[in-house]
């Protein structure tokens, strides 16, 4: 099995190749692959092996099995026809092809026979970190309530957009106690990010709404079925890592909290940790590096008649993608290679 990683640099490229060494994947052959920009570079893999990067231009996909694609869209678009038409299986953590008829947007623990359906252009799509955290929840409660509609409100970690962002949350932050100008920290987001709310992420869509909040709704209702309606807010907070959503659901069944919780607690990738006293409750500075998606402040909704509330807390990098992306291999090789 020889697999590669299409931007290894990168903050989700090396939490993918964290996640992959941590579950000691059976690979031969790993190869680390990014832009001339990387030229002489090298990453860890693991605590004990270092990958030297290759330049991705000049790279034969024959021969690799599986390609996993982390460096954005634009990448993504150039060079997996390049590596389906060289027959290796494309995983791409981008939204490029992930709402394509013919490609399966595939979360591991939620839809994981939609795999089989690679065959068609070899190319299987990862969600959006945001998607996964939030359907992680939603699904279980979906099979048990039927689900008429959610609303979520997501509140993005600065370490979704990188490296570039989180330094600049790092510089801006230090800049204010020394009483340094913003504008000369100010380059990668429009407004300041340190003790501010962004509510921009990505691009703006004709009808006024966000990529990412498009993304969110696309995403969910092709994974979930066209008949839940998903609302979708985005604003980006001054977090390094770990994302938050507060989420407001409409069931078709009547809602029992009791029973809501004794579900969560059994599900596969959810942590319940929901106390009505102080520190009670999940927070996003406690979950670097966890694979769950934490659940806290689960609630009636009073204003809908089938109605519940909740908060959650992801890693959006490690939980959202890394760990996503890994299942699927291990699906793939297991069942289908």
């Known amino acids: ?63 690799t099995d599986i390609a996993v694609f982390a460096a954005g869209e634009g990448i993504s678009s150039r060079f997996i026809p390049k590596a389906t038409k060289a027959d290796c299986i494309a995983i791409d953590t981008s939204s490029e092809f992930s709402l394509d008829p013919d490609v399966p947007l595939v ?8 795999i089989a359906k690679y065959k068609k252009r070899k190319i299987i799509a990862s969600p959006s970190s945001a998607v996964m955290q939030l359907l992680t929840v ?65 691009a703006f869509m004709a009808d006024g709404a966000l990529r990412d909040e498009w993304k969110i709704t696309s995403q969910s209702e092709k994974i979930l079925g066209a ?51 102080e520190e009670g409750y999940i927070s996003p500075a406690e979950i670097p590096g966890e694979d769950n998606v934490y659940v806290s402040r689960v609630r009636k909704d009073n204003v809908n008649e089938n109605g519940l509330s909740f908060f959650s807390a992801a890693d959006s990098i490690h939980n959202g993608i890394a760990l996503n992306v890994a299942k699927i291999i291990e699906i793939l090789v297991d069942k289908y290679l």
């Not at 490229?13 to 964290?18: D, F, P, S, T, V």
């Not at 591991?108 to 939609?114: F, S």
């Not at 689900?147 to 990188?162: D, M, P, W, Y």
């Not at 949350?169 to 340094?180: C, E, K, P």
Request: proline share 3%; hydrophobic share 40%.
């Open 227 to 277: 008949g839940t309606k998903i609302a979708a807010n985005c604003a980006v907070v001054p977090v390094f890592i770990g994302s938050s959503q507060y989420v407001n659901i409409e069931t078709k069944q009547n809602v029992d909290i009791e029973k809501v919780k004794n579900i969560l607690k059994k599900t596969d990738g959810i942590t319940l940790f929901d106390h009505k006293v």
């Open 107 to 114: 979360a591991a623990d939620i839809n994981p026979d939609n």
């Open 138 to 202: 939603l699904s279980p409660l979906q099979k048990a309530f039927g689900l008429k509609r959610a609303t979520v409100t997501a509140l993005e970690a600065v370490s979704n957009f990188g490296k570039e962002a989180m330094d600049e949350l790092f510089d801006q932050t230090r800049g204010i106690y020394m009483n340094a100008p913003i504008s000369e920290t100010k380059h990668y987001f429009t407004k300041q990010i340190a003790f501010n709310i962004i509510p921009f992420a990505d």
């Open 1 to 63: 099995m020889k697999i590669a990683i299409v931007g290894a640099t990168m903050s989700t490229g090396r939490e993918i190749l964290n996640v992959m060494a941590e579950r000691s994947f059976p690979a031969e052959s790993i190869v680390a692959l990014d832009d001339r920009e990387t030229l002489g570079r090298e990453v860890s893999y693991g605590e004990d092996d270092v990958l030297k990067v290759d330049i991705l231009d000049n790279y034969n996909f024959s021969g």
